[in-house]
């Protein structure tokens, strides 16, 4: 990445925690899984969307960090296999199945920024900001636009006022990891 050393690490930190967070969250079983499970167990199951949808966000938050940390010094072909397989994966099943589309969408659109972010990087590993070589402004500033957007769509999800006061929302920790994740990618095209 393109920023200052004790940022990169700071992201790195935020998204590996989010993406270990999700990987816990995959732990838990199924709801498919766990048809005559006892009551009491019924309201832990997670949901197979639910657990699909963990499963891209602990990758993207590991990648995530683990590009915030590495940057340039590994070939855009890892970064490409490791993200663009996912985006074509999603983007195939949103395809196919209305169920979940939008989360698929989501993950696919940020798989395919995250690949976009490691081409970019490697065509300027050293942080020189050339337009040219920068990657493409506009499409830099819709991807901006879209997470930024998220971010402030997840936050406001996160925080409501039912009677006036200010909570956390029933949603809480999964909310906050895909708040972390959305200004984390926010922050990396930022500093492209």
């Known amino acids: ?24 969250r995959l732990r ?8 005559h499970s006892a009551p009491h167990a019924a309201h832990r199951a997670h949901p197979p969307l639910a657990r699909e949808s963990d499963a891209a ?6 990648g995530m960090a683990a590009m915030a940390v590495t940057g340039a010094t590994v ?30 969408l989501h ?15 490697t065509v300027s590993p050293t942080g020189h900001h050339h337009p040219a070589a920068a ?12 997470f930024g957007g998220y971010a402030l769509w997840t936050g406001a999800r996160l925080l409501r006022t039912p009677a006036g006061t200010l909570v956390v929302g029933t949603t809480g920790l999964p909310q906050a990891c895909r708040l972390a ?11 492209m």
């Open 1 to 24: 990445m393109h920023g200052p050393t004790l940022v990169n690490w700071l992201l790195a930190l935020l998204t590996a925690t989010a993406g270990a967070y999700c990987l816990t």
């Open 28 to 35: 838990q079983p199924s709801c498919a899984a766990t048809p």
């Open 57 to 62: 966000e602990a990758l993207m938050g590991l």
């Open 75 to 104: 070939p855009a072909t890892v970064w490409a296999v490791l993200f663009g397989l996912p985006a074509a994966v999603f983007l195939l099943a949103a395809l196919q199945t209305p169920r979940g589309r939008g989360h698929r």
């Open 107 to 121: 993950h696919a659109v940020g798989a395919l920024a995250m690949t976009y972010l490691a081409l970019a990087m």
């Open 135 to 146: 990657g493409a402004p506009l499409l830099t500033g819709a991807l901006l636009l879209y």
């Open 181 to 191: 994740m959305g200004i984390g990618m926010f922050a990396m095209l930022l500093t």
